[in-house]
Each structure stands twice: as structure tokens, then as C-alpha cells.
């Protein structure tokens, strides 16, 4: 069967789509896979002066988790020709020096080639004559090895398979279903595949009902994904970034593999 994606819904950080003609274990191999999307995030913090009522490692952990976007193409520092020790291709620097009273958030943080995803996230509140001065170092990271290098999440459900028999004007159904999914069309029963996620109280329901019957069965080859992106990256593109992944670590197996010879 040929592999098709239908859109379903788009916002600048969220979509959601229907890939048919996959399987479960191909669904949850991209769902894996983000987690091995190369993504950037302050990995080490050098404090000069902090007055500020956080101990270092709470602010240094803060800083981790500030989602950035890069404005220029980095590499992985392990990759980088500068053998891992730091440089411009590999590693964005930030500053931070300030003085309260004031509450410091991520705009204040500045550097070359990367920006914050969102400017007004509170980082700490300072009190009048407290400062903070420190640099810090991003990298690119992969979530397998901390989750503030995470883009987004990324979730799937099977397509549901609705069969609906009889059950004329039985507008009782609408109540059913905590997803709201059911709707009375014509007198009967619609059950809106988009909204079901295959609970089964219709269909339990269905089963004290005369001349009714709802069968509901999760597809084993439609699948309904959704992404939300934490707005380092467009949401679709952590989709394409997690199979260019699976590509990545097949072709390490087509190359390892070449030793039998
Ligand atoms: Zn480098």
C-alpha cells in the first residue's frame, strides 16, 4: 500500500496529520527518534557574581531549558573540526550581566547566531543592588542524553476503524462519549474518527441496545500523529528531522555492515 499523509491541522507550533500505509513499529520509530534530533541548549554556565536568592546550579539548570533557535547551521561539537574543545561552529557563547531591582528574563541573555524562541520567559527576579554576571556556552545535544535538547513532543494514535449497524434516532449516544466524538446526522449515529480515541463506552453501550451494534477497531496501518514543537523548529519539521535520524543510524548500520565482506 502506498504511504500517504493527509493534513489535518496547523498552527505556528502544533500540527497534526494522518500518515496511512505504515505499521505500529515504523510510527513509533519516528516517535523515538526525536529524541536523537540534533537540537541546541546552554550545556555549561560560569557564574562570576550571583547575588540572586538561586544557588547556581538552580539558574544554571533554568538556562538550560530555555529553548533556542539557531539563526546560523551548527555542528555537533563531537564532529566538529575543532576536536571537541570549542568554537564558533560548534558552540554559541551568551553574557549576562545585570544589576536589580528588576525581574531578568531570556531577552537579556545575548549572543551571536542564536536568539531565545520566546524573549519574555522570567529567568529570576533580582532585588535592588543584587547582580548576576555569567557566560554561558550552548551546544547542539540530543535528547537521548538530557531533555532540555528535546525540540518538541511528538504522539500518534491508530486511525480508528468505525462500523456502525443499525441504531436509528438512538440520540442517547451523544452522552456516551467523554470525547464528544458522537453526532445524530439524518437520525443516525456519526461517530467523528478525528475526535474518537477508541475508549469503547459507545461501544459498551451499544450492547444493552436492541437492533445496534458499534464496532470500533485501531487501524494497523493509518496512524494520526501530533507535534508540538517547544519553538525551536516549525512542528513538521521535527517530523522530518526524526526520519533523517532513522536514515542517519541506518546508514551507520550499511557502513558497519560492509566489514563482512
Ligand atoms: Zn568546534
Avoid at 50 to 72: C, F, M, Q
Avoid at 226 to 231: A, L, N, Q, V
Wanted: aromatic share 8%; charged share 30%.
Amino acid at each position: 500500500m502506498a504511504i500517504k499523509i493527509e493534513k489535518l491541522s496547523k498552527e505556528k507550533e502544533k500540527i497534526s496529520f494522518i500518515v496511512r500505509g505504515i505499521n505500529n513499529s515504523v510510527a513509533n520509530a519516528i516517535r523515538r527518534s526525536v529524541l536523537e534530533i540534533p537540537t541546541l541548549a546552554i550545556d555549561t554556565v560560569e557564574f562570576y557574581k550571583n547575588d540572586s536568592a538561586l544557588y547556581d546550579e538552580i539558574l544554571a539548570h533554568r538556562l538550560g531549558l530555555v529553548p533556542l533557535k539557531a539563526t546560523k547551521t551548527f555542528v555537533q561539537r563531537g564532529k566538529c573540526t575543532c576536536k571537541g574543545k570549542g568554537c564558533l561552529k560548534c558552540t554559541a557563547t551568551f553574557k549576562l550581566n545585570t544589576k536589580g531591582p528588576k525581574t531578568v528574563y531570556t531577552q537579556d541573555l545575548k549572543s551571536k547566531g542564536v536568539e531565545v524562541a520566546y524573549p519574555e520567559m522570567p529567568l529570576i527576579f533580582l532585588n535592588k543592588d543584587q547582580e548576576i554576571q555569567l557566560t554561558a556556552e550552548a551546544t547542539l545535544g540530543i535528547g537521548k542524553e538530557h531533555a532540555k535538547f528535546t525540540p518538541g513532543l511528538l504522539w500518534f494514535n491508530s486511525y480508528p476503524i468505525i462500523e456502525i449497524e443499525g441504531c436509528a434516532g438512538a440520540e442517547d449516544f451523544v452522552k456516551v462519549c467523554p470525547r464528544k466524538a458522537i453526532t445524530i446526522k439524518d437520525k443516525r449515529v456519526s461517530i467523528d474518527p478525528l475526535k474518537c480515541d477508541i475508549c469503547g463506552a459507545c461501544v459498551e453501550y451499544s450492547k444493552n441496545k436492541e437492533k445496534c451494534s458499534i464496532k470500533i477497531t485501531p487501524s494497523e496501518e493509518d496512524f494520526i500523529f501530533y507535534i508540538e514543537s517547544f519553538g525551536q523548529t516549525k512542528p513538521e519539521e521535527i517530523f522530518i528531522d526524526a526520519i533523517k535520524a532513522i536514515d542517519d543510524n541506518l546508514d551507520k548500520i550499511v557502513k558497519d555492515s560492509k566489514k563482512f565482506k
